[in-house]
């Protein structure tokens, strides 16, 4: 094939459709709920109806409802995992299902009995400090910010120069004049 500057060289996917007259119906709503609630990106929702990224872009402005589809599929998803992380937050029981098989004569298992065990899981402390730093970063943070505002002053102890050479002394005073002269740049501005 030959390649000019107008080829396509990037993309090895079946060329994507624009969303063609007669394709937009009620049941790609649902499929989009759906699709959102299982955590697709607006990409992979393209790629899965075959169509460009902009085409979904335009359907979340022109077509009633497909948006909102999206929002309450990736919110119903969002809620799940919350509703997850709490649980194991504060701990939580679950039913656990034993059973009982024996071999029958003819060699075929037999449910002999269902057992259901109540179980208690203990609170997850990592699930606990990752949910309060996410619903209350301020006060559960791990960095806390100190804000100040005023003038410092800080007392410098003199410095033995004795064991430095003549250029070594030089560089030490024009590192610290040029500092003054930010610091007072800064202050003037």
Not at 10 to 24: I, V, Y
Not at 56 to 76: C, E, M, S, V, Y
Not at 105 to 120: A, F, N, T, W
Request: charged share 30%; net charge positive; with cysteine.
């Amino acid at each position: 094939m030959k390649r000019t500057k107008y080829s396509k060289t990037h993309t090895n996917l079946p060329k994507a459709r624009t969303g063609p007259k007669g394709f937009w119906s009620e049941n790609v709503l649902k499929q989009v709920f759906q699709l959102a609630r299982f955590g697709m990106t607006d990409k992979e929702i393209a790629e899965i109806f075959m169509l460009n990224v902009n085409t979904i872009d335009n359907w979340k402005r022109t077509k009633p409802g497909f948006d909102k589809a999206l929002q309450n599929g990736r919110l119903i998803s969002s809620l799940a995992v919350v509703d997850s992380i709490y649980k194991s937050a504060c701990g939580y029981t679950y039913d656990e299902e034993y059973y009982e098989y024996k071999k029958s004569p003819e060699g075929i298992e037999v449910l002999v009995s269902r057992k259901v065990i109540k179980r208690y899981m203990p609170p997850d402390m990592k699930a606990a400090i990752y949910l309060l730093k996410a619903r209350h970063g301020d006060k559960w943070a791990d960095v806390h910010k100190t804000e100040f505002s005023g003038s410092l002053s800080v007392a410098v102890k003199q410095i033995d120069l004795e064991g430095l050479t003549e250029d070594e002394k030089k560089w030490l005073k024009s590192i610290s004049l040029k500092q003054l002269a930010a610091i007072h740049e800064r202050r003037n501005n």
